[in-house]
């Protein structure tokens, strides 16, 4: 506790007018990096991987890290099923002083592009189901690496401006939130030192481009994986009598789980469940044996969360209790422990300086007040569950214009996840850069 608060009074210590100051300056050599940076950018987005596959995404940042001055290590993160993770470590010591992580995610989605943009992705792979997908980084995880990359680069070129350690990560499999957990089973502050300070950026398609938005307090859900298998009998589709047809029962419970959050739940309790994925059967006229649900679940809360995994069991079996379902048929309920993460919670104090480190540098105008979202993150287990200080804020990168007009008419933007996903790239890379190093300049100072 002396130590987190002796690095955040040093950080309150640092005067708000020398930040300002520096400003300009920061500002121009950030805009002299947009061409390289817009190459960069362009080059991941063409180029993107899946999750656990990031293998020439890690490779390609690693080597500009190295270019960039930093010691880098590859190919850190070990997965529960003992599988090696693309993660990459980044060090650069600069004398003594408080030692600061900034992360980034690599890991691209399974979405095939349709922008229409010259720099699209027209990249396909196979999942994890052994589906041929598009892949698609629509969450913006280029964006991600081009501005850490940026941030790296000023950094280097500032070391008689701060102190201390910084360690950027590359961490691979965000979207499966597994990444981080993989990460730090394979030793990551064993092996590179254990941080003081833990700072995150995330993209954001409601925050107009140029500007950022930052809150304490909690900021995104935790994310609860879960499969649910609902066994049957199988039969000749012409002689339903014969079966217990785990495609009705599957349907019966995707309509009765809506029910959960709207009837079991506390209402001033945020919660949301979904079903992603249903796969059964193998012909039309064949009554399967067999349908497996892939549903996600998000809360703030912990006793929320097991309260509905609890609901969800008890739904399962009890379609199959009411369809006569064998005893030894009973449904199947999954709870992943790789597939979740706690949910996001920045640190008051922490937000708070690094807010006015960015009113400093951006000017007010352009630091917005962030909302707390049902989205999630695995980014807040590198906090060791709070014990370490952590913020993530989030990077504006839609058209401003754009964006007035979609609150004015009530028509959102594409936003992250979506296949017509399209940051405005300029300013938002500017800006996540400018930000994101004044912001360790002023923890590091």
Not at 349 to 366: C, F, N, P, Q, S
Request: a negative charge; hydrophobic letters at 40%; one cysteine or more.
């Amino acid at each position: 506790m002396f130590l987190r608060a002796c690095v955040l009074l040093g950080v309150a210590a640092v005067p708000m007018q020398l930040i300002a100051q520096d400003a300009g300056s920061l500002s121009s050599s950030v805009q002299a990096q947009l061409p390289s940076l817009t190459e960069t950018y362009k080059h991941l987005h063409r180029d993107p991987e899946l999750s656990h596959h990031e293998d020439k995404t890690s490779a390609y940042l690693a080597g500009e890290l190295r270019k960039a001055g930093y010691t880098v290590t590859e190919h850190v993160g070990k997965y529960q099923d003992g599988s090696q993770a693309y993660g990459i470590v980044a060090v650069l010591e600069n004398g003594k002083g408080p030692r600061l992580l900034i992360r980034s995610d690599m890991d691209a989605l399974p979405v095939e592009e349709k922008t229409g943009l010259d720099y699209a992705s027209t990249v396909r792979s196979t999942n994890a189901q052994g589906q041929d997908v598009g892949v698609m980084h629509a969450c913006g995880h280029d964006i991600h690496m081009t501005v850490l990359l940026g941030t790296a680069r000023e950094m280097a070129a500032r070391k008689s401006a701060w102190h201390g350690t910084l360690v950027l990560i590359g961490q691979p499999s965000e979207e499966t939130i597994d990444g981080a957990r993989a990460m730090l089973a394979d030793g990551l502050y064993e092996r590179f030192g254990r941080p003081d300070l833990v700072v995150s950026e995330h993209d954001d398609s409601v925050t107009p481009a140029g500007s950022i938005a930052i809150k304490g307090g909690p900021l995104l859900a935790s994310s609860t994986s879960i499969d649910v298998i609902m066994r049957g009998v199988g039969a000749h589709g012409s002689q339903p009598q014969n079966s217990k047809d785990p495609v009705v029962m599957a349907a019966e419970f995707v309509v009765l789980t809506q029910s959960i959050i709207a009837r079991q739940v506390d209402p001033q309790q945020p919660a949301v469940l979904t079903v992603g994925t249903i796969h059964g059967g193998t012909k039309r006229n064949i009554i399967s044996e067999e349908v497996t649900m892939g549903l996600t679940l998000r809360t703030y809360s912990d006793k929320v969360r097991d309260q509905i995994i609890a609901a969800v069991k008890r739904t399962a079996e009890g379609i199959a209790i009411g369809y006569g379902v064998p005893e030894d048929r009973m449904p199947i309920v999954n709870v992943s422990q790789s597939e979740i993460t706690p949910a996001t919670y920045n640190d008051p104090a922490l937000a708070e300086r690094l807010r006015k480190i960015a009113v400093a540098t951006l000017g007010a105008d352009r630091v917005e007040e962030a909302d707390s979202v049902m989205g999630s993150e695995d980014v807040g287990l590198f906090t060791l569950d709070g014990k370490i200080p952590g913020v993530m804020f989030r990077l504006g990168a839609s058209d401003p214009d754009k964006l007035t007009h979609a609150k004015e008419t009530g028509v959102p933007l594409p936003s992250m996840h979506s296949p017509l996903f399209a940051p405005v790239y300029a300013p938002t890379i500017t800006t996540g850069v400018t930000a994101l190093t004044a912001m360790a300049l002023g923890l590091l100072k």
